[in-house]
């Protein structure tokens, strides 16, 4: 069993920063992809960030320029780095990570946060 756990929300005012962590952890596994997605109350959730495991980048246009995604690949974790934040930034961030290994027989399978709240007050 491979469990992710977010860290790192809370409330920030506008323009301010925050910074989520996310740790897998679990046996003999290897990641394919680790990612950030969001979902504000009534809404869907939506992809706010991923990495692969060869550090490729993708991030939503709402956040482009603001938000950072990076991973310590040495300790499972991905980061986000959010600056400028918005009102609209508010929502539940959760983390996703793709993964396989001798426990999945290779193929890939996909674990997910409990998610962290993310306020940001105007």
């Known amino acids: 069993q491979v469990h992710v756990v977010e860290s790192g929300g809370g409330l920030a005012q506008a323009g301010g920063s925050l910074k989520l962590s996310c740790a897998a952890s679990?046996?003999?596994?290897?990641?394919?992809?680790m990612g950030w997605y969001r979902q504000a109350p009534g809404q869907e959730r939506e992809l706010v960030a991923t990495?692969?495991?060869?550090?490729?980048?993708n991030y939503a246009d709402s956040v482009k320029g603001r938000f950072t995604i990076s991973r310590d690949a040495a300790k499972n974790t991905v980061y986000l780095q959010m600056a400028s934040l918005k009102p609209e930034d508010t929502a539940v961030y959760y983390c996703?990570?793709?993964?396989?290994?001798?426990?999945?027989?290779?193929?890939?399978?996909?674990?997910w946060g409990q998610g962290t709240q993310v306020t940001v007050s105007s």
């Open positions: 990495i692969t495991g060869g550090s490729r980048t």
């Open positions: 996703k990570l793709n993964y396989r290994g001798p426990t999945t027989g290779w193929g890939t399978r996909e674990s």
């Open positions: 679990g046996s003999a596994f290897s990641v394919d992809a």
